[in-house]
Each structure stands twice: as C-alpha cells, then as structure tokens.
Nanobody
C-alpha cells in the first residue's frame, strides 16, 4: 500500500512556471521509477517525464528543454519543474511510482496519485 500525493498545480499565464511535487508514503521497500503523466480533456493520458532510481531521465518531445524532473530519494519525493508553460500544457497531472513489492521480489507495484490541475492561460 503506497500512497502518492501531488501538490503545486494551479493557474498561470503562458510563459510562466510551476513546480509540482509528489511524495510517496506507506509500505515502501524500494522505488524504481517515478514519473509524471498528464491528461487533457478528450485526450489520452501521456507520459510527460520520468526518472529512474539511478537518475536517468526521459521526457516527452513536447516538453524537452522546458521541463525538468528530479527526485529526492531520502524523502521519496519526485519534482517536476515546468518553465515556459504553454496553453497546450493544460491538463491534470498525475504522479506515478513503481515500487518493489518486497525484498527479493521481482514484482513491482504501480501506484498513482489523485492528480493536480495545471491550467495555462494565453
């Protein structure tokens, strides 16, 4: 039972910045990958950015150069720094974490946060 809580969403003007945070709590043995997904009205959920336990990152082409994902392993927290925001970034942003089921297990649990709204006005 892993819980993820996002924060930092809000309303900003185009060109502005927001910093999203996601803290994991509960029964955590090890967190492999943490990431951010987003879903706009009428569209499918898509990967925005992810980061492995070793610090390797992956970004959607649409956000490269503008967004930065990072993590604080000691606090089980992942961040998404969003700069130069565009109206097309408007969506509900969801935190995701893949956590090891138990020591010695090769099974990972997939957990999701409740989502936080990001709205970018023109």
């Amino acid at each position: 039972q892993v819980q993820l809580v996002e924060s930092g969403g809000g309303l900003v003007q185009a060109g502005g910045s927001l910093r999203l945070s996601c803290a994991a709590s509960g029964t955590i043995f090890s967190i492999n990958t943490m990431g951010w997904y987003r879903q706009a009205p009428g569209k499918q959920r898509e990967l925005v950015a992810s980061i492995t336990s070793g610090g390797s990152t992956n970004y959607a082409d649409s956000v490269k150069g503008r967004f930065t994902v990072s993590r604080d392993n000691a606090r089980n927290t992942v961040y998404l720094q969003m700069n130069s925001l565009k109206p097309e970034d408007t969506a509900v942003y969801y935190c995701n974490a893949k956590t090891l089921e138990a020591w010695g297990s090769r099974r990972y649990l997939d957990s999701w946060g409740q989502g936080t709204q990001v709205t970018v006005s023109s």
